[in-house]
């Protein structure tokens, strides 16, 4: 019996993953040249070499193509090895969270020209920091589940709170290593998070809190 081949669809994926990464070249070109309020989906379109109709097969809205198009989730993973672990509560938490920067990931050059499209607006920062959020429930579950496992002497609406303060905390150590990229890109340098840098700066930080 023969064996009908496939519709070849790699060659249709390679193209789909060329079209988005023109998409998002473009318009963090636009964004950096322009301003965000000025770029619209036609000049993206028109600097991409793309129809609108291919553009919003792609990206929802000019944002997508600036943010990724995949909302940021928990890493499973480091989920697991967390609910385990004794180590530093809040920057195991900052980690449970991943962010996907989108196509261009895998150059650090453009990578850093996102951060810096995004970085240059708030709208933009509001935007990425809002997606975020969208998280913090089930990050907030992990939480608990670590304490309970860690401290399970604690009383658990006692823990409920704790697991809150903590969740409030990660939102804003994510905030400051969203502006600390930016910051970064926005000086010519790749930005590069160094979970064992923010690691030693909440450990020197934190101490003189209390």
Known sequence: MSTI?????????KDAIEKTR????????????????????????????????????????????????????????AAREFIVSTGPLLAGAAQLIRVDPGGLDADPQQLARRIRAIGSNPLLITRQLERIEAVEAEVR????????????????????????????????????????????AAAGRIPDIDPAGIERLLGSVLPKLG
């Open 141 to 184: 579950e992990i939480i608990v589940l670590r304490l309970k496992n860690q401290y399970p002497e604690d009383d658990a609406a006692e823990r409920e709170r704790q697991a809150g303060l903590i969740v409030s905390l990660v939102a804003g150590l994510m905030r400051f290593i969203g502006r600390s990229w930016a910051a970064e």
């Open 5 to 13: 081949p496939p519709a070849r669809p790699a060659p249709r994926r």
């Open 22 to 77: 023109a998409i998002e070249r473009a318009a963090t070109d636009l964004v950096l040249e322009h301003g965000y309020e000025a770029v619209t989906v036609d000049m993206i379109c028109a600097l991409a070499g793309v129809s609108q109709r291919t553009f919003f097969n792609h990206f929802k809205t000019k944002d997508a193509a600036l943010l990724g198009v995949e909302p940021p989730t928990v890493d499973e993973r």
